[in-house]
């Protein structure tokens, strides 16, 4: 008769495996050939057996009764005190709202594409770009500190809503679990859990994150260790129209952060455009140099060839948009292992 | 039919499955703020969110509370939820979440000694013990379903560590698969199959001393 330490943490986690079929067919003849031969190891096994199916018959608990309606009051009460989207309305009023909605995003999605084609036409760089040449002197301003132009959108006369910006952030890493294991510190550190979806698949992570678009610039501002870690790095900020991304190769922290603080979408695909194109010139060496030269305690500074800025003749201010709410924003991290 | 390890998970898994199908059609109304979708929606996991919050907090009162807070949540972000997640999960990973910060919060570690629950008479020892060891022919069911077992078993379970005490519950209380218990708690397979193991072990232990 074989005896076999049942009490190594390999036995145990074999015998666990296989009450919950989760051992291949060699695996569960091989356990019950062990519990054949060794009478301690099928004393253990049936124990664990007996203890699952115990917990799997203990009675399911009861809710109290009531908590529809509990639920229902702290949203309402919720809305009330305008702490939540008004979504809980009857039937007929939130379809008539979603209509209303629809109908708007739709109209201030064409208004917007009017708005950024000319912008577009205004200040795009020349194709000649690689030969403006970078000057390291007081008269280049930074990308983030610029003063925007204050364009202003068109707007609906019957919402101000514009829409919710989206990005993507795609992580390249050699060490993939180090990165995944500090992505989810970090969206846990910054109480984003609630709002993050997460898939998996052949090596690719995907972290799908909606939230205030403050918590995510904060997010973001906390992740320099990713950088640290992953060997590439491309963000895409999201247009409002198909083919109107603009994807950041060879993206940096300061730069994300950059892109998030804009307070306007349009200020944000148009930062983004300033970095894609900032970084196709500069290469990674050149753009280490002058950031050494820079004081980046705390600052988010980028260096770019001057633009000339938007006067006012260029602005179709059509009107101003009314105080925001919260603004949601959505950020989708992938990690891919290489 | 006697029950079987894998006859058990076929069961499960049905049952999961037939959730998720009506799932998808729930929650497009409730995103689209209709009062009947969401109170169906609540209704439908209401009594296994409480069981599980329950049986990690141990306290009627605390989960009723907990598990209000995690449908208020979840109602609040369902217009976020997308199809890429099984609502499932991440129902539960709300609920898990909610309460872990609650008992982190109040530091509700379980004090409940090794000592015989009140109430719990000799017998009901010997045939709890009796069926562990398979010295008996009762059934699972009848056993289980016994209030002094309830109580043995609920203390048994406050005794474990925070980490060991929820994979246990959502794996063979609530019935999840270890690819669902991954996703709830948001940890790698290979740590979900080791920390089942573990957990088991050490309730295996705790119960031996109960039953002294």
Known sequence: MTQHNIDKPEIEELLSHYIDGELSEREQTEVRRMAANDERFAERLIRMQKQKELLENLPVESAPDGITDVVRGALERKFLLNQTPAAADGVAGARNLFA?????????????GGLLYLVMQVFRPPADM????????????TIALRKRSPIKPMLSRYDSKVPEFSASLEVTSSDAITMNAFIKKVIFNKGLDDDTFKNSNDGVTNYYITADIKKIRALVADM?????????KTFTAHGIFPGTDVVVKNVTAAQVVAVFRQDEFLDRIEVARDFS????VVGNSERAELYAAN???GRMKELLPVKPELTSSYLPMMGYPEEKDVEKASLTITVKGI | MEKTVSNISVEAAERHENISIDDGALIRQCQLGDLKATEGLIIRYQDRVFNVIMKIVGNRDDAAELTQETFVKVIEKIGTFRAQSSFY?????????????????????????????????GENRRNLS?????RTEIDPAEIAQKKETVQMVTAALGKLTEDHRVVIILRDIEGMSYTEVAATLDIELGTVRSRISRARSELRIILEAILK
Not at chain 2, 90 to 119: E, H, I, Y
């Open chain 1, 100 to 112: 209303r909605h629809a109908m708007t995003a739709a109209i201030i999605f064409v208004l917007f």
């Open chain 1, 130 to 141: 690689p030969n403006v040449a970078i000057k390291l002197s007081p008269a280049i301003e």
């Open chain 1, 224 to 232: 320099s260790d990713v950088w640290a870690n992953s060997q590439g």
């Open chain 1, 277 to 280: 194109d900032f970084n196709a």
């Open chain 1, 295 to 297: 004081d980046e305690t």
């Open chain 2, 89 to 121: 999960t991440w129902l539960f990973r709300v609920a898990v979440n909610t309460t872990l910060n609650f008992c982190r919060k109040k530091f509700r570690v379980s004090t409940q000694s090794l000592d015989m629950p009140v109430g719990s008479d």
């Open chain 2, 130 to 134: 009796d069926y562990l060891v398979d």
